[in-house]
């Protein structure tokens, strides 16, 4: 089974700091991405990287930068918090024959007071 | 631009019945259609998933119809039970895409 694993299940921060949210997966998938969950709003997606060190926009992007060095990780970094950042953040991975079929982290409810 | 529409925040159902899930989508080049399950604190779970070369699938009590000229699809479980009350979200994506267009959810609760 893919396991998808977020660094943190809560998070509380300031404005204005600086916020890293990691995310590791170990089915040695090509596609990594980072999704917001809003109610009302359903997923939002934030950034996606489909290799390492390759990234593309989502819908949501402003606020946000992503990296990844390694295949296997990918992060999030919310370069200053915002009270508008506060959300889930949910990390998704997919790849091989079922590259439409993402596999999501249990998700980081993060609080920007 | 929401692409991929569910109209019904949310669905009570009793225990037993047939619970039916649906989701509208504006993109005639999706091609492939899922449906995730998700409880509070915890990740989206996929469920089912059609091609729109189909116009149902079936995985046990968990059905999916897709109705292309309608643009339309739907998930019906039957019975319904009680640890099926979670939020569903269906979610879209075209052949060779990486990326999904998910739906707002819609939160289904099971009433014993």
């Known amino acids: 089974d893919v396991k998808v694993t977020q660094s943190s299940r809560y998070l509380v921060k300031r404005t204005g700091e600086k916020v890293f949210l990691e995310c590791v997966q170990d089915m040695d998938h090509e596609n990594m991405f980072w999704y917001r969950q809003d109610p009302g709003l359903g997923l939002r997606l934030i950034y996606f990287s489909y290799d390492v060190k390759m990234k593309e926009k989502g819908d949501i992007p402003e606020g946000y930068s992503v990296s990844r060095e390694k295949k296997e990780r990918f992060s999030l970094i919310l370069e200053s918090a915002s009270t508008n950042q506060t959300s889930m953040y949910l990390c998704a991975s997919s790849g091989g024959i079922r590259y439409n079929e993402q596999f999501f982290g249990p998700g980081t409810r993060l609080t920007v007071l | 631009d929401q692409q991929v529409k569910q109209n019904s925040p949310s669905l009570s159902v009793q225990e037993g019945r047939i619970s039916i899930l649906n989701c509208d989508y504006t993109?005639?080049?999706?091609?492939?259609f899922l449906w995730y399950k998700k409880y509070p604190a915890e990740g989206p779970t996929f469920l089912i998933s059609?091609?729109?070369?189909?116009d149902k699938n079936e995985d046990g009590r968990f059905t999916v119809f897709l109705n292309k000229s309608a643009k339309h699809l739907s998930l019906h479980i039957v019975p319904s039970q009680p640890g099926d009350s979670a939020v569903y979200f269906c979610?879209?994506?075209?052949?060779?895409?990486?990326?999904?267009?998910f739906g707002q959810g819609t939160r289904l609760t099971i009433n014993p």
């Open positions: 059609i091609s729109s070369i189909k």
């Open positions: 993109n005639s080049m999706f091609d492939y």
């Open positions: 979610a879209a994506s075209t052949q060779g895409a990486q990326k999904l267009v």
